[in-house]
């Protein structure tokens, strides 16, 4: 069988349930997964078969199962037999799990011996990637190593029908890690119960930095206005919503209104945070997310976090223990260093994490999951791809969240969310994150792949590296790279039609694409389509102040008719501010042309909601997509144009302008704008590939770029073609650029082995 069966307890499953069945045989791990010889009644062996599909290990995933008979053997038990080195190397570290039901039941029963032990783990859950120092996964080569076994663990260790056989991180309050509590200058804090001390301090309106799985957390109350705005305030995050942590979905049911599909991701073994719509009633800080009617919500996945919210009694802010756009601490001694200045108190314990791993982020769209940034209880489970890569490929990623990725055989392996590489301490995370994992992996890169952009701190990494390792060095186009991610996801070989919408990504040509259509293969790409550019008076400050996108659009539209005083977005704009971005559009100085959609709605949001500043990156776009609240899906979209006569087709949204501009001026709702907006977007994608269709034929459509992580525009364009195409937005890889480095790694094989 294959999928995810190694490093997530299946083979101890295996063996207790072949002997729960009197079967006689052996399992192992081998390079296509495990293999199971199984000897026994065919009524026995039929029941194996059933609870392998149906009882599995909760973090296991069975992609495939086939089944056929053997010779017989005589053998008289059962038996876990060693696997060979490369089925060894082929699964080198399992990801995090989430604290199974049977350990959280363990934590919280008084008569048990691990009764508020906060490292209580199993074969199921428990940490894996964030505690390992070098595969294969054993506990010589874990932070674990520096606790020896108690006698009963020891048992528990050593025992095939223990749900604990060969738990590395396998410990007890007799032998295993400690929490204590320190203050912000690093000096010890004097407390018999360490959690409950500091859950404490929580409920009364303190600031905690706690240390998790992959790092610190900044704790607060989250239903404290108070609290989440000193937090805010220290942290320097002004605007940027923050996760929440509730003990429970019946808690999380509380605060927001929940379908299947979101309890399923909250409830999950990788426990990412999930954006889920906020009840109106929820006890909680409207400063979380400022006029955002979604909220970020996850489950506890440490028996540390049960005990820290059971203390605290209330929800509790977990948001990265970092200064805005630095990595998240992970050392005990650095995180003092680091959030001294934001933290009142630290709960710190001494199991060292190894790799830092921010928490994953998912939301869903149209009832599936989708994973928007891929890092703890992912990381490092590989992306299977269709077609093997012919050499141990490196790819970089891009410069904003930035993951990179490594891919060998029919395996591309994520690594761990990094972040804008945009300062020192974030470069050299990267740096270390990509040099760990080639050590887990034993993965010499014989290609180097990068983004076209020269002036990502990640292609000149990936420049110098590959000079010093003395191999090619494919440089991939931004978007071609995003449509290939989505393939690999998704098992297609290619020609497909890829909708590759986002903010920037630098063309051949040496503009900014983001609104393309591309005729999409491995090693090759056809541009189709793409958007009227927008021009970005002032560069990269026109996306800060996206009041400059709005006008850019308004000139564009109507020229020197363009009523820009009747509009509110402007009366906040100083008149000489305004005359200066008039002329640089006027003279095109300073003002680099862009086809992003990205830019598209961030002129429309500043346009309808009177909005001319963002404080994070598509802040505007997405109070855009938010404000359509509950808007009907069914609003008429606005009018476009589509030039089909020059040899890339281009979709023109000056009609979109004036119209949006009428309605602004005539008090439509911002609401109904937004549906408006969304509902032109959505049915201009599918025009452009019903057109580019006509010369391809019908090939399989592609969703990828950031724009897809909008839940409106997506289930839209669905709505608009899935009736004519098959079509493909992403799932477990991140539509943005945190996915961008598994399309990278895919092309350039192809690239460099045609």
Known sequence: MSGTVQGVGFRPFVYRLAHALGLAGRVRNDASGVTVEAFGPAAALDELERRLRSDRPPAAVIETLSSEPIAAEGLEGF?????????????????????????????????????????????????RFTIAHGAPYDRPATTMAGFTMCPACAREYADPLDR????????????????????????????????????????????????GLGGFHLACDATSSTAVATLRARKRREEKPLAVMVRDLAAARALADLGEAEEALLASVERPIVLCRRRPEAALARELAPDSPLVGLLLPYAPLHHLLLEAAGRPLVMTSGNLSEEPIAFEDDEAVRRLGGIADLFLVHDRPIASRCDDSVARTIAGQPLVMRRSRGYVPRPVIVHRRFARPVLAVGAQLKNTFCLARGDEAVLGPHVGDLDNLETYAAFEAAIARLEGFLALRPEVVACDLHPLYVSTRYARERAAALGVPLVEVQHHHAHAAAAMAEHGLDGPVLALAWDGTGLGPDGTAWGGELLLAERGRFERLATFRPLALAGGDRAIREPWRLALAALVDAFGEDAPVADLPLFRAVPAAELAVVRRLLATGLNSPRAHGVGRAFDAAGALALGRGVSHYEGQVALALDNAAGSASSCEAPYPFDVDTGAPVAELDLRPLWRALVADVLAGTAPAAISARFHATLSRAGAELVRHASRATGRLPVVLTGGCFQNARLTEGLLGELSADFAVYPHGQVPPGDGGIALGQALVADARAHP
């Not at 060979?84 to 919280?108: H, K, M, Q």
């Not at 509590?181 to 930095?209: K, M």
């Open 79 to 127: 038996e876990i037999v060693a696997s060979g080195p490369a089925a060894e190397r082929r699964a080198a570290i399992p990801p995090d799990l989430a604290t199974c039901a049977a350990c959280e039941r363990e934590v919280f029963d008084p008569r048990d011996r691990r009764h508020r032990y906060p490292f209580t783990n199993c074969t199921d859950c428990g940490p």
């Open 164 to 211: 604990r056989f060969h738990a590395q991180p396998n410990a007890c309050p007799a032998c295993g890690p400690r929490v204590r509590v320190v203050a912000r200058d690093g000096s010890a804090v004097e407390a018999t119960d360490p959690i409950g001390q500091v859950g404490r301090a929580l409920a009364a309106g303190a600031i905690a930095a706690v240390k």
